[in-house]
């Protein structure tokens, strides 16, 4: 049976066994003004037969055959069939989180071999087993300067994707930390002179990314420079991992936090996905998650082990470094088996692609009467470009042809009104980019 729904007597059963006379009682703890008294309103009662044709209404609702020019930190990029298959496998596909020691060799060998693949692309010793997200990672990637600087003044590029910084904000709340922003120059990229001024001796980490969330792409050169001159560390975040397979890695970085959602990870309506974070391998011990390792048994057999955990259930308490209970260990797996099908050559060709195929859309919008490019720095595949009307109003018309358009910057950055970032990847044909820039030029001669 599908569906195990308890009767009275069970659940009088279950009750009893705890100690507890009712379902009142139970739940006594919950205050009376946070406990729902009706019913839910959901239609039904429905048989199995009626709940599965409901859903398959619900899901004939979603919009399908939409052409999307909407990136911002969440990519869609080709997948192949033998990605899923694999993961769907029943030695993978568990809802055990696998972090103890007893983890089987396959498990720790894909996780060793999601590391080396992390550590290819972003220059660095070693890489973690993945962390929630590129957000996530971000702000234990500070965490980590913290700890190994001794130092509580973080100075972020304010060209960092918003969501994670607001995430590291959230986590600054209780920890100490004081979060400082830094500018981004009339080029989209971080105003060197302005990190200059506000770099001192009690700075922990310097926070940047790459491309950042304008799309432009950042010198790490300077950035280090400044950062390491005062004793600070340079994060870098990598929110579209597709690039790594064009630029060079940020060897400059002390710690790098990557989001490994475009390997082989779908949109999906935001998740999960999977964070990493990569190092020098003097600053390991206080690399939060766990690292498999590579080894070899008595027989002189390839083996693999949990080489480092530090979390509570492992370490003593005060020298955890991890604050995250689980990882995206399914996911993780769904990037090692993309980036293995792909392969060096692979990943470079889809990189070329993204890059082309942007360049393409930014000359056909440029075409366009009033549409000006806002930033002039190199870009990967995402732009950003202003329009003579509000974004908003031109995505509300691209809607109507099917399109899903830009994202509207005037929301997470005021000063941008009316600017739009544009993401083009490599599954978007030419026709449909001539499309999109022929229904952003129909969308802007509609009448006011």
């Known amino acids: 049976m599908r569906y195990l729904p308890k009767s009275p007597v069970e659940r009088q059963e279950m009750l009893a ?24 309103k959901i239609p039904g009662p429905y048989s199995e037969a009626e709940v599965i044709q409901y859903f398959k209404q619900r899901a004939a609702e979603n919009a399908a055959g939409y052409a999307s020019f909407l990136g911002a930190g969440v990519y869609n990029h080709l997948r192949s069939v033998v990605t899923d298959t694999i993961i769907q496998r029943g030695e993978f596909l568990t809802s055990y989180t696998p972090y103890q020691a007893e983890i089987s060799q396959g498990t720790l060998q894909a996780i060793f071999e999601f ?3 992390m550590c290819q692309l972003t220059g660095q010793d070693v890489a973690n087993a993945s962390m929630y997200d590129g957000s996530t990672a971000a702000t234990e990637a500070v965490l980590m300067a913290e700890r190994l600087t001794g130092r509580q003044r973080v100075l972020v590029a304010r060209s960092v994707h918003p969501e994670y910084r607001d995430v590291l904000k959230t986590y600054a709340k209780n920890s100490g930390l004081r979060i400082e922003e ?15 001024g506000a770099l001192k001796d009690d700075v922990a980490a310097v926070v940047a990314q790459s491309p950042n969330f304008f799309g432009a792409i950042e010198s790490y050169a300077p950035l280090a420079e400044a950062a390491h001159a005062v004793g600070a560390m340079l994060v870098v975040a990598i929110a579209e991992g597709v690039s790594l397979g064009l630029l060079r890695p940020p060897v400059e970085a002390d710690i790098v936090a990557l989001e490994a959602q475009s390997f082989g990870l779908p949109p999906s309506y935001g998740g ?29 057999h390839r083996g693999f082990v949990l080489t480092l ?13 991890s604050n995250i209970c689980t990882n995206q260990a399914l996911c993780a797996l769904a990037a090692t088996v993309h980036l293995t099908l792909l392969g060096k050559e692979g990943l470079r060709e889809m990189a070329e692609q993204n890059l082309s195929k942007a360049q393409f859309a930014l000359a056909e919008l440029l ?19 202003a329009l003579p009307r509000s974004v908003k109003i031109v995505n509300s018309h691209l809607l109507r042809e099917k399109i899903v358009g830009p994202l509207a910057l005037g929301t997470p950055y005021p000063e941008l009104t009316k600017h739009a970032l544009v993401c083009v990847t490599e599954t978007m044909p030419r026709g449909e980019i001539e499309r999109f820039a022929g229904a952003v030029k129909r969308a802007l001669e509609q009448p006011v």
């Open 309 to 321: 955990a530090t979390r509570e259930q492992h370490i003593r308490r005060e020298k955890a470094t």
């Open 367 to 385: 075409k366009i009467p009033g549409v000006r490019r806002t930033f002039d720095a190199p870009f990967f595949n995402e732009f950003t470009v």
């Open 17 to 40: 066994a705890i100690g507890a006379k009712s379902i009142d009682e139970l739940f006594s703890t919950i205050p009376e003004k946070y406990r729902l008294r009706e019913a839910l």
């Open 182 to 196: 830094i500018p981004f120059a009339t080029s989209g990229t971080v105003d060197v002179k302005a990190l200059q």
């Open 272 to 300: 999960p996905f999977a964070g990493v974070i990569a190092a020098g391998e003097r600053y390991v011990r206080q690399m939060p998650g766990r690292l498999a390792g590579q080894t070899t048994d008595f027989a002189g």
């Open 115 to 117: 590391q080396t693949l």
